[in-house]
């Protein structure tokens, strides 16, 4: 079989050129008004949109501390056009560059203020958030199988929650219930012995709450003995979740974090690479585990690579093996998906143009 070529930033009509020329401005005037930002900052984020539309991709600055791993992953990206750039690798960089323009990781009292806090203490300060996590209190500690479509379902559905996508997507259209893969039965048989299961977090807020949920179930019942949560080192994606987003969903829900959870990060989660690029250590950190549980939609497109799949591809001709078995719980919001039956593929074709990218979608789906 070919491997198609990767999705790239300025194709006409595809996402990717959506998302930096309709999602990026709304998100920098965001980030703007999230802080009292200094004249230099506004300017230096606005100048990053700007090349990042029309320009070509300028480096970091000689001081960046993580010089030497963009100097490792650039992929002969820095000095072309962004417009040629891989979607996977340029939605990284955007995000490392936005990091730079208010000065993250500059001494001063910039330091470390993470750009996109504002959003997602709104989201967590969010009352629905009471109602909408009620039902975790009738939930059991036997392995019932009722429950775990219930937790496996909150975990898919609470990706639909990231801010950046929300920039862009009107909020009105309801998620589906229907899951287009639905592999929790594989997940459940992936347990029958209980053994450390790996989650890669996604989102914090909402989404990292159901993952929570998730993994407090499967170490009640038993079924996993433990669960390393692997979190992004720095922020990412808006609102991808740091150790101190995770801490802040303990909170929100209620129930500190198991003794037999661990949090864990590692810098290749911020990397413009997809999981065939996983360095040694961090691919043997995943390969002793059980089942590795690969959160929301960037990870998807890390898993099976970013590239303009037909849908009916078979997953396992798709998704990278890592050694390990791993399950993919996401919302579809990217044109990136494998693994559909044909007849599925036509049926949403004809009545939703925009199920590949809308959220209302979501999968459980096993490699
Ligand atoms: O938070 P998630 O589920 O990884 O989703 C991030 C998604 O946002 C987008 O980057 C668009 O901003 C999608 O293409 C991407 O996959």
């Given at each position: ?14 996402y990717?050129?959506?998302?930096f ?47 030497a791993d ?6 002969g ?23 730079d ?33 009620g ?5 059991g ?7 775990l ?24 259209d ?8 639905d ?5 459940r ?34 079924l ?17 979740a ?50 590795v ?6 990870n998807?497109r ?15 001709a ?11 719980l ?10 559909l ?27």
């Open positions: 079989m070919l491997t198609p070529p990767e999705l790239l930033v300025g194709t006409p009509g595809r990717a050129r959506e998302v020329h309709q999602r990026h401005p709304t998100l920098i005037d965001r980030v703007a008004a999230a802080h009292p930002y200094t004249t230099a900052q506004r300017a230096a984020l606005g100048a990053l949109l700007d090349e990042s539309l029309t320009g070509e991709i300028r480096p970091l600055p000689g001081d960046a501390p993580d010089l963009w100097a490792a992953w650039d992929r990206q820095v000095g072309r056009p962004w417009a040629d750039a891989p979607f996977l690798w340029a939605e990284s960089y955007f995000y490392r560059r936005i990091l323009a208010v000065d993250y990781f500059r001494p001063g009292p910039w330091h470390g203020v993470d750009p996109f806090r504002p959003m997602k203490d709104a989201e967590l300060a969010d009352p629905s958030l009471d109602s909408d996590f039902w975790v209190a009738s939930l500690r036997e392995r019932d199988e009722a429950d479509a219930t937790v496996v379902r909150a975990a898919v559905f609470g990706n639909r929650a990231d801010i950046s996508f929300r920039l862009q997507e009107p909020a009105g309801a998620p589906t219930d229907e899951l287009l893969v592999d929790t039965a594989w997940l048989a992936a347990l029958s012995e209980p053994g450390p299961v790996c989650l890669i977090a996604d989102n914090g807020g909402r989404e990292v709450m159901a993952d929570l949920v998730l993994a407090n179930w499967l170490l009640d019942t038993g996993a003995t433990r669960v390393t949560l692997h979190v992004k080192p720095a922020p990412y994606y808006v609102s991808d740091t150790a101190s987003d995770v801490d802040a969903a303990c909170a929100r829900l209620g129930r500190p974090l198991d003794a037999r959870v661990a949090v864990r990060t590692h810098s290749f989660w911020c990397a413009p690479l997809a999981f065939g690029d996983l360095p040694a250590d961090l691919r043997a950190d995943l390969a002793g585990h059980r089942l549980v690969a959160k929301g939609d960037l998807y890390r898993l099976v690579g970013d590239r303009d799949w037909d849908p009916t591809t078979p997953v396992r798709a998704a990278t093996d890592l050694g390990v078995p791993v399950v993919a996401r919302t579809c919001k990217s044109e990136v998906v494998v693994g039956d044909a007849a599925t593929v036509a049926r949403l074709d004809a009545a939703e143009p925009r199920w590949r990218v809308s959220g209302r979608h979501g999968m459980a789906q096993a490699r």
